[in-house]
């Protein structure tokens, strides 16, 4: 690809918009463009006029950025003597264009996000513009002639048969209809009989009912969720009153929830942000405003219990689950569930089929108002015997309805079965096969002697191929497995075997097996591959996986990650590396290959802990089965930390004290500290005050040991905090300040902290407004003087060093919440937005709650009684669910506080639902609810007991429990 030239033109606003300029320039050097700008040039040699005269000219893009100074001066409404640069480019620019018979190829205007498209000049208004840095890749794809969507070759006309108006042309393995998106089509198995009365229901939901906009068929495995759907899809679904409709399994590899919203709003055509949040919020804002049929198939691996890099083996007798394992994986995920029950207007409308139910659609037993489920049963028996007729087998419906009753007219069991009694070699296609089988039992035992009975049935090269294909987690293609596939004699195909192509119509025919004829892949009902996969040996399995690490090793590096699904041969790689034992060796690929990019690039943290968990053979309760132990202490970090960004610290505590255990072991002190540290702050945030002190005056210790300063003052920072919501006020300030010292003395071209300290200030100031307000004057102006300074400090850092985002959040939050509390409302609006839209930028879950509280607080001052529910109650469900104690305990308060309080614009009060009834009876259902809210409140706010507990929360707890008695 030939180099592609570029000049930038911009004025010299201030320093930091010339830093910007800088990092623009030193992106597009880094990604290929050669890019000139001034702040390379020391001083020209033929002088600047010239340098700028040449630089436009030899160039093959001017990217011209747009502000208000750039604009005033190139219209020249500047003041005589300023801007002389930009006056001459512009000159340059005009003359350019005006050359080029007013036609602009060269000339691209860019705005930062706080530009305006009114500071672009009149000779450019007509050109493509962009926002940088969100349209960067758009701007990078202009410049280097990459165009996203490329134009096809014109074909020939197709000659059309017309069609009555209702009426569509239908192949379930075509795509279906013009304008679905089917993205990953169920691969059918032939005859699909009954399920009339479960077709009408679904039926009369999508067409019929107003209230429910979120519908769930929930089963076990094997009773025909997936082609229920599929089949009710295609055949009862009408494209003219359904125009979009999207069908998405999650049992594909790469179909995660995020991926899944990201996808949807691409096909939809709306525009897809960076934030995770401000996706889910387009999506339902497209759900809102046109009709829109999502089915998400196989939604239980979305939940945590099905979450891990093994969910593809687990089976249904594995279902003894806390209740945690009901959540989404993906906090986004409950919030989007949520929503499309609740949101009024909502035109989309959902289907979901699942092994489990979300408790986010059932958080306390009863479903939500806008979602309903029904539980799929097992077939009629008429639609049994029609469906062997079907399938070519021979018995009166007597003998099919016996046959079948034995197996619970389980459907995936009766679909083997059906295939077995087709291939016995005595009576083929004879209903009396099916009398050699009788057995007792649950559904379970039954489904598991069916298939049994047909697994033992295949020759034992498609046993072994069968059980090869089992290993693979999803769909598979013909050369893959021509490529692994080895005969039960151990030779590759063309040995003493049947063709492998002939193995696998034989697996087809018999119902084990699935192809998709679209996509031309294999696939195994997800009974069917665990079964498979246990019937291998422990040397057949190793063996298969030795050679699928064989295969993926084979598959070319991309020359550049730029979607995580770049990244799906290398997990498969990783994958099979770990089940063939070779833990070490996919450790050491996960860090080369994986890390960085899954953690740093698309902050896919749920992959990351699903690779990582893969190690810990034994669970979590002993360290990963690795060789070396310098190896098991990086991954048990490496999990920890990626289990506090994702809002699970409660799972990080364990492994960062085995990770501790090692460090003892092995008298490595500095390093203790550190883990020392970082165990205690997560103790604190789940409420271990006692824990987290203790550990945090031992990281102090040790670190005085080893004369390190640096370490030794994080201790004193992270204490100090803890003494603050122990309310022990005078020795969280000597802590605090102890710290302050050290961090001053590295200053922010070497620190982060300088910042942290303030903001750790601005909050023990803001918990002292709570315990003393009749200080909260001076203590309030304390606070918001230091998230000011923590605000600047950051800042420092960012040009003295890097950009520290959480820093921001950190600042914002804290200056807003102050703000808020002294009733500056219009500065408290300004920073918690700020706070909550960067929160979500880097999806920093651990703050995430504070910030809508203070919102809620907020809104609440405002007037806006809606919005104040929302936020509390989505404040609430981060807590619950991420198990934050001490955040919890605040959330609680002010919904016991929100509960008592009548909205003056409505009569119901804030918190209850609006309804009918007495007065009287309003009043006792909204003290119970704030009794509830207060008790739980105190019960979070104990943590430990006193004097290891949240003291100010505690003792407001109690005041509003005496208060409603």
């Avoid at 002389?84 to 000159?91: C, D, F």
């Avoid at 209809?177 to 077709?199: C, D, I, K, Q, S």
């Avoid at 002697?449 to 598979?476: D, G, M, W």
């Avoid at 609006?914 to 909204?926: C, L, N, T």
Wanted: glycine share 6%.
């Amino acid at each position: 690809m030939k180099k592609t030239i570029v000049f930038i033109s911009y004025s010299h606003d201030s320093p930091e918009h010339a830093n910007r300029i800088l990092e623009l320039a030193n992106r597009l050097r880094a990604d290929g463009i050669d890019v000139t700008i001034d702040q390379y040039v020391t001083s020209p040699a033929e002088g600047w006029p010239k340098w700028m005269d040449r630089q436009i000219t030899n160039s093959d893009f001017v990217l011209v950025a747009c502000t208000e100074t750039y604009y005033r001066r190139v219209m020249g409404e500047e003041e005589q003597g300023k801007g002389l640069g930009i006056k001459w480019e512009s000159t340059i620019t005009y003359q350019d264009i005006y050359d080029a018979n007013s036609e602009n190829t060269k000339f691209i205007p860019i705005l930062f996000e706080d530009g305006k498209t009114d500071f672009i000049p009149k000779p450019l208004k007509g050109a493509t513009f962009y926002f940088l840095p969100k349209q960067y890749e758009d701007l990078y794809r202009r410049l280097t002639n990459q165009p996203k969507i490329q134009k096809p070759e014109l074909g020939q006309i197709k000659k059309l048969e017309s069609l009555p108006a209702l009426e569509r042309k239908t192949d379930f393995f075509e795509g279906t209809v013009a304008g679905w998106h089917l993205a990953h089509p169920y691969p059918m198995p032939p005859n699909f009989t009954g399920r009339a009365a479960e077709r009408a229901l679904l039926t009369r939901w999508l067409t019929e009912d107003s209230q429910n906009r979120l519908f769930i068929l929930c089963a076990l495995g094997g009773f025909g969720k997936s082609a229920l759907a599929w089949h009710w899809l295609t055949n009862d679904v009408d494209p003219q009153e359904w125009p979009k409709v999207l069908w998405w399994s999650f049992y594909e590899g790469d179909a995660s929830f995020e991926h899944f919203v990201e996808e949807t709003l691409k096909y939809l055509k709306r525009d897809v942000p960076q934030n995770k949040r401000a996706q889910v919020d387009e999506l339902l804002k497209a759900m809102s405003g046109q009709k829109t049929l999502l089915i998400l198939d196989g939604f239980e691996r979305a939940l945590r219990a099905y979450s891990s890099m093994s969910a593809a083996y687990q089976g249904d007798e594995e279902q003894k689950f806390d209740d945690n394992q009901f959540d989404c994986v993906d906090v986004n995920a409950e919030t989007f569930l949520k929503s499309v029950c609740s949101l009024p207007q909502m035109q989309g409308k959902v289907l979901m089929t699942t092994r489990l139910t979300p408790r986010a659609v059932q958080p306390r037993g009863e479903f939500l108002q806008g979602c309903c489920e029904v539980e799929l049963t097992a077939m009629d028996k008429a639609d049994a015997v029609a469906f062997f007729h079907a399938q070519g087998i021979q018995g009166t419906h007597t003998e099919i309805e016996a046959a079948c009753e034995t197996y619970g007219y389980h459907p995936l069991s009766l679909r083997l079965l059906a295939g077995r009694i087709l291939k016995d070699f005595e009576n083929p296609g004879d209903i009396v096969v099916a009398q050699k089988l009788k057995i007792d039992g649950d559904i379970i035992q039954q489904k598991h002697h069916v298939l049994e009975v047909s697994y033992n049935s295949l020759p034992a090269s498609e046993q072994k191929l069968l059980s090869t294909i089992a290993c693979f987690r999803s769909a598979v293609e013909l050369k893959t497995i021509e490529a692994i596939d080895v005969g039960a004699d151990g030779i590759r195909p063309g040995g003493h075997r049947p063709p492998l192509q002939t193995e696998l119509h034989d697996l087809v025919d018999r119902g084990l097996l699935h192809f998709d004829d679209k996509n031309k892949k294999f696939d195994l009902h997800p009974i069917v591959r665990r079964y498979a996969y246990d019937r291998l040996t422990a040397a057949d399995r190793t063996g298969a996986h030795e050679r699928l690490v064989n295969y993926f090793a084979a598959v070319p590096k991309p020359e550049k990650v730029e979607k995580l699904e770049d990244l799906a041969p290398v997990i498969e790689l990783y994958h099979h590396m770990v089940r063939a034992g070779n833990l070490d060796e996919a450790l050491k690929l996960f860090y080369d290959r994986l890390q960085k990019a899954i953690y740093y690039q698309f902050g896919a943290y749920q992959l990351q802990v699903e690779l990582l968990r893969a190690l810990f053979l034994d669970d979590e309760d002993k360290p990963p089965r690795l060789k070396r132990e310098d190896y098991q202490r990086w991954t048990l970090n490496e999990l920890g930390n990626t289990y506090v960004v994702s809002g699970q610290s409660r799972r990080s505590v364990p492994l960062f004290e085995m990770q501790n255990n090692i460090c003892e072991k092995q008298g490595d002190k500095k390093n203790l500290a550190i883990t020392l540290g970082n165990m205690a702050t997560q103790q604190l945030v789940i409420g271990a005050l006692s824990a987290a002190e203790r550990n945090l005056r031992r990281q102090i210790d040790l670190c005085r040991e080893i004369a390190d300063e640096g370490v030794e003052a994080a201790g004193h920072l992270e204490l100090g905090r803890v003494l603050s919501y122990r309310s022990v006020w005078q020795e969280a300030e000597q802590e605090l300040s102890i710290a302050e010292r050290v961090f001053d003395k590295y200053g922010a071209g070497q620190t982060n902290y300088v910042s942290v300290i303030r903001a750790y200030h601005a909050q023990r100031f803001l918990l002292m407004v709570r315990s003393n307000p009749q200080s909260s004057i001076e203590n309030l102006k304390s606070s918001i003087e230091y998230a000011k300074l923590a605000l600047e400090l950051a800042d420092e850092v960012t040009r003295r060093n890097a950009r520290i985002p959480r820093d921001y959040v950190r600042a914002y939050w804290l200056l807003g919440a102050a703000y808020r509390a002294n009733n500056e409302l219009t500065l408290a609006e300004e920073n918690l937005s700020k706070a909550l839209n960067l929160c979500r930028q880097i999806n920093m879950v651990d703050h995430e709650a504070d910030i809508l509280l203070d919102l809620a607080r907020l809104r609440y001052a405002q007037g806006d009684f809606k919005d104040v529910q929302e936020k509390a109650s989505e404040a609430l469900m981060i807590t619950e669910r991420s198990g934050y104690v001490l955040q919890g305990a605040d959330v609680n308060l002010f919904l016991a506080e929100l509960a008592l309080t009548p909205a003056p614009s409505r009569s119901t009060p804030v918190g209850l639902p609006a309804g009918e009834g007495d007065p009287q009876g309003r009043v006792r259902e909204q003290k119970e609810l704030a009794l509830r809210h207060a008790k739980a409140a105190l019960k979070l706010a104990t943590c430990d007991g006193p004097p290891y507990y949240y003291k100010v929360a505690y003792e407001e707890a109690e005041r509003m429990i005496e208060k409603l008695k």
